[in-house]
C-alpha cells in the first residue's frame, strides 16, 4: 500500500453563480492508495456497505471479462470473475452492495453477439450468478431497495420506449415501467441514467435528452413517474450524477461547457451552483456526507489531476486527490460516515486504483483561527438556509456598515445598518424572515454586505 497525499489548493474566484469565492488555504490530508487490479478497466463502479466494506465491479473490455472484487476481510481479493462479456466487453457497468455485504451489478453483454443485452448477477447465494433480463437495452443504473429484501432496481434506456425503470420482485422476476419516451423514437430520452433509491423505495433519476440537450430529473415520489428539467445548454455533456441530502433534497451533478456544477430541488426550482471556475474537466460524481455537505469528484483534464471538491462554509474547497486524471468512466465516489471511497483508473499505465481515507474537515467561520478578512469577505452559515442563520464578516477599521437581503428579483426583504460598526468580527443573525417577520419561501436570496464603498456579496438558499 502506498500513500497519496491529498493537498488543497487554491482556485480563482468563481462567478456570480457560485456559493462563495474559495480562499487561499493551506492544507495536507492523506489517503490511502491500493492497486485492486490492472489492465484496460474503461467500465467500473464502486458502492460501501452498511460495515464500510467497499466493492468494486471491475470490466476489462481487452479480455472481455467482468470481475469483482472486495476488501471485506481487511484488504482486496484477488478478483472475482462475474461473467464473459463479448467483442471489447461491456460498455456500462452499474454495481451495488447490501446491508449483508453481498454485490449486485447490472451490465450489458458487450458489443458482439450479445450486444444490448440487459444482465443482473448477484453472489447472495455464495457464488456470482448472472440471468439475462432483457434485451436490447442499454445504459444502465442500478440501485437496491431499502432492507429488508435489498432487491435490485435499476434505470436503462432503450432505442424504442426512451427511459425506463425495472424492479425485481420477491419471486425474481422483474417488473418494467416506461418513465419518459419525449418525441418518440432517437430521441435517446434516458441514455446515460444515474439512479438513487430512497429509504421508502422511491426512485431518483438524472438522465440525458439528446434532441433538446437536456439533463432531467424523474422520479416515483407522488406515486407515478413524472420528470422535469434539471438544466439545457447545448454545451451539457451527456453524463450526470444524482444524490439526495439527508434532508431528502434532490442534487444533480453535471458538467456544462468547462465548468462541473451542481443543482439542487428547492422548492420547485432547480438552482444551480458552480463548482468549479471555467477550465477544461472531464467526468465527475457527487455524494453528501452525514453533515449535508455535498462532495464531487471530478477530472482536472488540463492539470491532469483528479480533484475532490467538499461543499464549505465558504462554497467549496478543492483538493488534489491523485496526480493523474482518472480514465475510462472517471472518477467513482462513495462515502461511509466521515470516509471517502474512490475509485479511478490510471489510464498511463493500466492500474486500477481504490483511494481511501477521512474527509476533509472545513474550519467553521467562527473559529477565530479563520481570517475573515480575507477572500470571501462574506461567509453565510448554514447553507442551504431552512431556519436560523448567520451572517458573519470583518471590518479592518471602524467604519459605517450595510447589509442587505434580496430575493431573485433584486426586491430588498431584510436589511441591517449600523453608521458606526467598530473594527473586528461582525456576526448577524437572520431567521429568514422579511422585514415583517414573515417567513420567507424556499428559493434562491442574495446576501450583499457595504462596508466602506466595498460591495460583498454571496448566495443564499432557503429550503423547506
Known amino acids: 500500500m502506498t500513500l497519496g497525499m491529498l493537498t488543497k489548493i487554491a482556485v480563482p474566484a468563481a462567478a456570480l453563480l457560485a456559493l462563495a469565492v474559495m480562499p487561499a488555504l493551506a492544507q495536507e490530508l492523506e489517503l490511502d492508495v491500493e492497486v485492486i487490479a490492472t489492465g484496460f478497466i474503461y467500465y467500473y463502479d464502486l458502492d460501501v456497505d452498511a460495515s464500510g466494506a467497499a466493492h468494486a465491479f471491475l470490466d476489462n473490455t481487452e479480455?472481455?471479462?467482468?470481475?469483482?472484487?472486495?476488501?471485506?476481510?481487511?484488504?482486496?481479493?484477488?478478483?472475482?470473475?462475474?461473467?464473459?462479456?463479448?467483442?471489447?466487453?461491456?460498455?456500462?457497468?452499474?454495481?451495488?452492495?447490501?446491508?449483508?455485504g453481498y454485490g449486485h451489478v447490472a451490465y450489458d453483454g458487450g458489443r458482439g453477439a450479445r450486444a444490448d443485452d440487459f444482465y443482473y448477477a448477484t453472489n447472495r447465494s455464495g457464488s456470482w450468478e448472472s440471468r439475462l433480463v432483457l434485451s436490447g437495452m442499454r445504459w444502465y443504473s442500478l440501485d437496491l431497495a431499502p432492507p429488508p429484501d435489498e432487491l435490485?432496481?435499476?434505470?436503462?434506456?432503450?432505442?424504442?420506449?426512451?427511459?425506463?425503470?425495472?424492479?425485481?420482485?420477491?419471486?425474481?422476476?422483474?417488473?418494467?415501467?416506461?418513465?419518459?419516451?419525449?418525441?418518440?423514437?432517437?430521441?435517446?430520452?434516458?441514455?446515460?441514467?444515474?439512479?438513487?433509491?430512497?429509504?421508502?423505495?422511491?426512485?431518483?433519476?438524472?438522465?440525458?435528452?439528446?434532441?433538446?440537450?437536456?439533463?432531467?430529473?424523474?422520479?416515483?415520489?407522488?406515486?407515478?413517474?413524472?420528470?422535469?428539467?434539471?438544466?439545457?445548454?447545448?454545451?451539457?455533456?451527456?453524463?450526470?450524477?444524482?444524490?439526495?441530502?439527508?434532508?431528502?433534497t434532490p442534487i444533480v451533478n453535471y458538467n456544462i461547457a468547462g465548468r462541473v456544477w451542481i443543482a439542487r430541488k428547492i422548492g420547485d426550482q432547480w438552482l444551480p451552483t458552480d463548482v468549479t471556475p471555467p477550465g477544461n474537466y472531464g467526468q465527475s460524481d457527487v455524494k453528501t456526507d452525514a453533515l449535508g455537505r455535498v462532495v464531487v469528484a471530478y477530472n482536472d483534464l488540463a492539470n491532469d489531476k483528479?480533484?475532490?471538491?467538499?461543499?464549505?462554509?465558504?462554497?467549496?474547497?478543492?483538493?488534489?486527490?491523485?496526480?493523474?486524471?482518472?480514465?475510462?468512466?472517471?472518477?467513482?465516489?462513495?462515502?461511509?460516515?466521515?470516509?471517502?471511497?474512490?475509485?479511478?483508473?490510471?489510464?498511463?499505465?493500466?492500474?486500477?486504483?481504490?483511494?481511501?481515507?477521512?474527509?476533509?474537515?472545513?474550519?467553521?467561520?467562527?473559529?477565530?483561527?479563520?481570517?475573515?478578512?480575507?477572500?470571501?469577505?462574506?461567509?453565510?452559515?448554514?447553507?442551504?438556509?431552512?431556519?436560523?442563520?448567520?451572517?458573519?464578516?470583518?471590518?479592518?477599521?471602524?467604519?459605517?456598515?450595510?447589509?442587505?437581503?434580496?430575493?431573485?428579483?433584486?426586491?430588498?426583504?431584510?436589511?441591517?445598518?449600523?453608521?458606526?460598526?467598530?473594527?473586528?468580527?461582525?456576526?448577524?443573525?437572520?431567521?429568514?424572515?422579511?422585514?415583517h417577520g414573515l417567513r420567507l419561501p424556499a428559493g434562491a436570496y442574495f446576501c450583499r454586505v457595504t462596508v466602506a464603498g466595498q460591495v460583498w456579496e454571496n448566495r443564499w438558499l432557503i429550503v423547506r
Open 152 to 248: 435490485p432496481r435499476v434505470s436503462y434506456y432503450d432505442n424504442y420506449s426512451g427511459l425506463n425503470y425495472g424492479t425485481m420482485l420477491p419471486n425474481e422476476t422483474w417488473n418494467h415501467v416506461n418513465v419518459d419516451n419525449s418525441g418518440g423514437v432517437t430521441t435517446y430520452a434516458g441514455r446515460y441514467s444515474d439512479l438513487y433509491v430512497d429509504s421508502a423505495d422511491r426512485g431518483h433519476i438524472s438522465y440525458y435528452y439528446y434532441v433538446d440537450k437536456d439533463i432531467r430529473y424523474a422520479t416515483n415520489a407522488s406515486g407515478s413517474w413524472g420528470w422535469e428539467v434539471v438544466a439545457s445548454d447545448p454545451g451539457i455533456a451527456s453524463k450526470s450524477y444524482i444524490t439526495l441530502a439527508p434532508d431528502g
Open 63 to 100: 479480455i472481455d471479462q467482468l470481475y469483482y472484487s472486495t476488501n471485506a476481510s481487511g484488504s482486496w481479493i484477488t478478483p472475482v470473475l462475474i461473467d464473459h462479456t463479448s467483442d471489447w466487453g461491456s460498455i456500462n457497468v452499474a454495481g451495488a452492495a447490501d446491508a449483508s
Open 306 to 435: 483528479l480533484m475532490l471538491a467538499v461543499e464549505s462554509d465558504r462554497g467549496f474547497d478543492h483538493y488534489e486527490a491523485y496526480d493523474h486524471a482518472a480514465g475510462g468512466d472517471g472518477p467513482i465516489l462513495a462515502i461511509y460516515e466521515d470516509q471517502v471511497h474512490l475509485l479511478a483508473w490510471d489510464r498511463p499505465i493500466d492500474e486500477m486504483l481504490y483511494l481511501s481515507g477521512a474527509l476533509p474537515q472545513a474550519g467553521a467561520v467562527d473559529d477565530p483561527a479563520v481570517d475573515l478578512t480575507a477572500a470571501p469577505r462574506l461567509h453565510l452559515t448554514p447553507n442551504p438556509l431552512r431556519q436560523q442563520g448567520t451572517i458573519r464578516f470583518a471590518l479592518e477599521h471602524p467604519s459605517a456598515a450595510h447589509a442587505e437581503i434580496v430575493d431573485a428579483t433584486g426586491r430588498s426583504v431584510w436589511a441591517w445598518s449600523n453608521p458606526a460598526q467598530s473594527a473586528g468580527r461582525v456576526a448577524l443573525s437572520w431567521p429568514a424572515t422579511d422585514a
